[in-house]
C-alpha cells in the first residue's frame, strides 16, 4: 500500500491543477445539487421492534386520525396569589387561549382543563393538553410561535402560563460550537507548524470535505427520507477527522523535508507513510459509525452511515488534494523546525538537535515502565469505579434549566397534580379476538389502579369498531425515576395476564414508556455494538502492525479511557459532584444514548490517535532500532502532532459543554473527557510503557498467520526502492508536469 500511496502523492503533486480542478467541481456540484433539492425530511422518531412502537402502530391503525405519536404541549395556568382558576376572570382568559389555539392547522385536539377534570384540587393550577397531528420534529415554526403567542396573552391576563411536552423542542443546532473549535484549531495548528500557510492547509481541506459531505446528504435527504438531525453527527466527525488526517499528512511532509528530501519526493514519502496510517485510521472509524446499524434505531443507523461518508471523504482529500495544495504553496511551508517569515523570520529553531518533548517524555517512560504503567492503570481504573452505579434512562423536562419555560411548567404539574403527571402512560388494550371489551378493559384498569405508585386510571375511549381501547394512567412517581420504570415492567406483565384471560392484548405506550423501551434497547446493544467494533478493528490492527499483543493493547487501553470517562459521567450527573461548576442543576439518570455514542465516536478518535503513533514507532523498528529506540522514535516525530489533535478534539467538544441541554452538555463533557483520557494517559504514557516491558515481543505474529496475512506496508519499507527509482535522470524526463 506504501508504494501505491507514494506514487499517488507524487501523481498528484505534480497534477495539482487536474486534482484541484476535480475537488472544486465536486464542491460546486454538491452545492448546486443541496441548493435545488427539496427540503430535508424530518421523519418521526420510531423505535421497530419495542412494545410502545407496536402500540403507536396500532392506534394508527385502529384510531385513524388520532395522531397517537404526535407532538404534545401541556399549557399550564396558575391563578394569581389568592384567586382560583375557577374564578370567572381567569376561566374566560383560559378560554380565550384555548380557542386561539384550536386555530392552528397542526393541532388535532385541544382539551378543556374544566371539562377534563385537569385542576388542581386547590384550585390554583390547570393545565390543557394540546396534541398535534405530527411530530415535534415536524412542527412547523409558526406553529410553535402560535403556541409561545398565545401563553403570553393569557400571561398579559395576569397568569402564570408555562409549556410543558415536547412541542417547543429545538431541532436546530448552533454554530457556536463548531466555530469555537474552528478557532482552537487555527491557533493550535499555527503553534504547532508554526506558519500560518502550513496551519491554515487542514482547515481548509476540512471544511471543503464537511462542506461537499454535508451537501451530498442533503441531497440524498429526500429520497431516503433522511431527518434534519442526520447531518449533526457527521459534521462533527467530518471536521475532527478532517482536520487530524491533513495534520498528520502535513506534518509528515514538513519532516521529510527537514531529512533534506525534494518537496515532490517529501510528498510521495509523506502520503506513502502517514498516508496509509490515514486510510487505516478511517477504516477504524468507518467501522464504529457502520457499526451502529446494528442498534435497530433508525435515526442512530442514518447518522452512522452519513458520517462515515464524510470520513470516507476526509480521507480521499487527504490523500489527494492535500499533496495538490502543498504543490501550489511550494516553498511557503518549510521544513520542521524552521518557522515562517512572519512568526518567525524564516529562521530555524535554535538547537534543533536537542530532544524535543516527545523524546524526553519518551526516554522518561521507557526507563521508568512499571511506575508509569501502575500508577495510570490504578488512576484511571479509580476514575471508572462510579461506573458500577451507572443508571441509563432518557431525561425529562425536570432535568431542564430552571429558565426554560419547560422546566416551569413541570414544577407546576408536579406542585399541583404530583410528579407522575408529567410522564402520563397511554395503555392500549386490543381486543379484536375477544367478546365483551368493555369487561376486559374494567378489569385491566381495575387491576392496574390497585397497583403501587398508581396515582390515577383514566376512563377508556373506545375506537368506532369497539375492538380497541386506550386510557391513561398517571404514575405517583416523576418520568425518569427507576419506580416508574419499574411500574411500566408490571403493568406489561400484570395488565397483560389479566388482558390475556380474555383473548386480548395489552400495549403500553407514550412518552415516558417509549424512553424506558429507547433505553432498554440501546443498553442491550451496547455489549454486541462493542464486541463488533472492537473486534473488527483488533483484525485491522493485526494487519496493520502485523501484531497480536499490540492490537490487543490498542482495544484494552480504548476501554479503559471509556470507563473512565463513564465514571466522570456518573460522578457530575448521577452524584453531582462539581456540578454547580459545570451548569448541572439537576442530577438523574446518564442519558441512554452517552455510552454507546461515545463508544462510536471515542473510539473511532483512539484508532486514529494509536494508529499515527504507533505506526512511527513500527516505522522504525522495522527499518532497524531497537524496541525500545523505536518508541523514543515514534514519540520524537509523532507525539506533538498527536497531542495537538486531541487537543483540538477537547475543543470541539468542550464547547457543547456550555449548552443549556442536559443531553448535549453531557455528550460535551464525556467526549472531552474520554479524548482527553485517552490522548494522554493511555496513548502518551500506557501505550509506551507496555511497549517497553514488551520489548521485541510486542511484535511478534506467528508465523503461520504471518504468512497468511497480506503484506499492507504501512511502514514504508518498500519505499526505498522507489527512492532510488525517482532518482533515475530518465524517468525526470519523463514526468509531465501541468
Known amino acids: 500500500m506504501a508504494t501505491f500511496l507514494y506514487k499517488l502523492g507524487r501523481l498528484t503533486y505534480r497534477r495539482r491543477h487536474f486534482v484541484a480542478l476535480i475537488w472544486v467541481a465536486l464542491l460546486a456540484l454538491a452545492g448546486i445539487g443541496a441548493a435545488a433539492a427539496p427540503s430535508a425530511g424530518t421523519s418521526s422518531f420510531s423505535m421497530p421492534g419495542t412494545e410502545s412502537q407496536k402500540a403507536f402502530d396500532l392506534l394508527d391503525e385502529r384510531f385513524p386520525g388520532s395522531s397517537a405519536d404526535g407532538a404534545t404541549a401541556r399549557v399550564v395556568f396558575k391563578a394569581p396569589s389568592g384567586e382560583k382558576m375557577t374564578d370567572a376572570t381567569n376561566k374566560a382568559a383560559v378560554e380565550a387561549a384555548l380557542e386561539e389555539l384550536s386555530r392552528g392547522s397542526e393541532v388535532a385536539s385541544v382539551a378543556d382543563p374544566y371539562e377534563s377534570h385537569a385542576v388542581s384540587k386547590d384550585g390554583t393550577i390547570a393545565y390543557a393538553s394540546v396534541n398535534y397531528k405530527v411530530s415535534s420534529m415536524e412542527l412547523e415554526v409558526s406553529t410553535q410561535d402560535a403556541l409561545e403567542e398565545t401563553a403570553q396573552e393569557a400571561r398579559s391576563a395576569g397568569l402564570t402560563v408555562e409549556i410543558g411536552g415536547d412541542a417547543l423542542t429545538s431541532n436546530e443546532a448552533s454554530a457556536a460550537t463548531e466555530i469555537i473549535g474552528i478557532a482552537v484549531a487555527a491557533v493550535v495548528l499555527v503553534i504547532t507548524f508554526g506558519s500560518l500557510l502550513a496551519a491554515g492547509l487542514p482547515l481548509l481541506t476540512a471544511l471543503i470535505g464537511v462542506a461537499i459531505g454535508v451537501c451530498a446528504i442533503t441531497i440524498l435527504s429526500k429520497p431516503f427520507d433522511l431527518s434534519s438531525s442526520t447531518p449533526t453527527l457527521a459534521m462533527m466527525i467530518g471536521l475532527a477527522v478532517g482536520i487530524d488526517y491533513a495534520l498528520f499528512i502535513v506534518s509528515r511532509y514538513r519532516a521529510e523535508l527537514a531529512e533534506g528530501r525534494s518537496r515532490e519526493e517529501a510528498v510521495g514519502r509523506a502520503v506513502g507513510t502517514a498516508g496509509s496510517a490515514v486510510v487505516f485510521a478511517g477504516l477504524t472509524v468507518v467501522i464504529a459509525l457502520v457499526g451502529l446499524t446494528i442498534v435497530n434505531v433508525p435515526m442512530l443507523t442514518e447518522m452512522g452511515l452519513a458520517s462515515s461518508g464524510t470520513v470516507v471523504i476526509a480521507v480521499l482529500i487527504a490523500l489527494t488534494l492535500v499533496p495538490a495544495l502543498l504543490s501550489y504553496a511550494g516553498q511557503k511551508v518549510k521544513?520542521?523546525?524552521?518557522?515562517?517569515?512572519?512568526?518567525?523570520?524564516?529562521?530555524?529553531?535554535?538547537?534543533?538537535d536537542a530532544p524535543n518533548m516527545g523524546t524526553r517524555w519518551a526516554s522518561f517512560v521507557v526507563r521508568r515502565p512499571v511506575a508509569v504503567l501502575i500508577t495510570c492503570v490504578v488512576g484511571l481504573g479509580a476514575l471508572a469505579l462510579p461506573t458500577t452505579s451507572l443508571e441509563l434512562g432518557l431525561g425529562d423536562d425536570g432535568t431542564k434549566p430552571t429558565s426554560t419555560t419547560q422546566r416551569r411548567a413541570y414544577d407546576l404539574l408536579s406542585d399541583g397534580f404530583g410528579p407522575g403527571f408529567n410522564g402520563p402512560l397511554m395503555v392500549v388494550v386490543d381486543a379484536k379476538g375477544g367478546s365483551d371489551i368493555e369487561?376486559?378493559?374494567?378489569?385491566?384498569?381495575?387491576?392496574?389502579?390497585?397497583?403501587?405508585?398508581?396515582?390515577?386510571?383514566?376512563?377508556?375511549?373506545?375506537?368506532?369498531?369497539?375492538?380497541?381501547?386506550?386510557?391513561?394512567?398517571?404514575p405517583g412517581s416523576k418520568p425518569s425515576s427507576v419506580t416508574t420504570e419499574d411500574l411500566v415492567h408490571t403493568i406489561r406483565d400484570k395488565g397483560s395476564a389479566v388482558a390475556a384471560d380474555d383473548d386480548a392484548r395489552l400495549l403500553v405506550t407514550g412518552t415516558t414508556a417509549m424512553n424506558i423501551d429507547f433505553s432498554q434497547t440501546l443498553s442491550d446493544a451496547l455489549v454486541p455494538y462493542l464486541c463488533l467494533v472492537v473486534g473488527l478493528a483488533f483484525l485491522l490492527l493485526i494487519l496493520v502492525f502485523r501484531s497480536i499483543l499490540v492490537p490487543l493493547k490498542a482495544a484494552l487501553g480504548f476501554l479503559l479511557s471509556v470507563l473512565a470517562a463513564l465514571g466522570a459521567i456518573v460522578a457530575v450527573f448521577q452524584w453531582g459532584w462539581l456540578a454547580g461548576l459545570l451548569g448541572v442543576e439537576e442530577t438523574g439518570p446518564v442519558m441512554s444514548m452517552v455510552p454507546i455514542f461515545m463508544v462510536g465516536v471515542v473510539f473511532g478518535l483512539a484508532m486514529d490517535y494509536e494508529v499515527f503513533l504507533v505506526t512511527r514507532m513500527r516505522e522504525a523498528y522495522v527499518h532497524g532500532e531497537r524496541a525500545t529506540e523505536a518508541v523514543v522514535t515514534g514519540f520524537k516525530y509523532s507525539a506533538r502532532v498527536v497531542a495537538a489533535a486531541a487537543v483540538i478534539m477537547m475543543a470541539v467538544f468542550a464547547g457543547f459543554?456550555?449548552?443549556?441541554?442536559?443531553?448535549?452538555?453531557?455528550?460535551?463533557?464525556?467526549?472531552?473527557?474520554?479524548?482527553?483520557?485517552?490522548?494522554?494517559?493511555?496513548?502518551?504514557?500506557?501505550?509506551?510503557?507496555?511497549?517497553?516491558?514488551?520489548?521485541?515481543?510486542?511484535?511478534?505474529?506467528?508465523?503461520?498467520?504471518?504468512?497468511?496475512?497480506?503484506?499492507?506496508?504501512?511502514?514504508?519499507?518498500g519505499l526505498r526502492g522507489e527512492h532510488e527509482k525517482s532518482a533515475d535522470p530518465d524517468d525526470e524526463q519523463k514526468l509531465v508536469r501541468v
Not at 337 to 344: C, D, P, Q
Not at 449 to 468: E, F, I, R, S
Not at 669 to 687: E, H, P, Q, S
Open 335 to 352: 521544513p520542521a523546525g524552521e518557522k515562517s517569515k512572519l512568526l518567525g523570520g524564516g529562521r530555524r529553531a535554535k538547537n534543533t
Open 657 to 717: 459543554i456550555g449548552a443549556s441541554e442536559s443531553m448535549i452538555k453531557m455528550i460535551g463533557f464525556g467526549l472531552a473527557t474520554a479524548v482527553f483520557f485517552d490522548a494522554f494517559i493511555v496513548r502518551m504514557a500506557i501505550v509506551p510503557a507496555v511497549l517497553a516491558l514488551l520489548g521485541d515481543k510486542a511484535w511478534w505474529l506467528p508465523q503461520r498467520l504471518n504468512r497468511l496475512l497480506p503484506n499492507v506496508d504501512v511502514e514504508g519499507e
Open 439 to 474: 369487561g376486559t378493559v374494567g378489569s385491566v384498569s381495575d387491576e392496574i389502579g390497585g397497583l403501587k405508585d398508581v396515582a390515577q386510571v383514566t376512563p377508556a375511549a373506545y375506537n368506532k369498531a369497539g375492538d380497541t381501547a386506550m386510557f391513561t394512567v398517571f
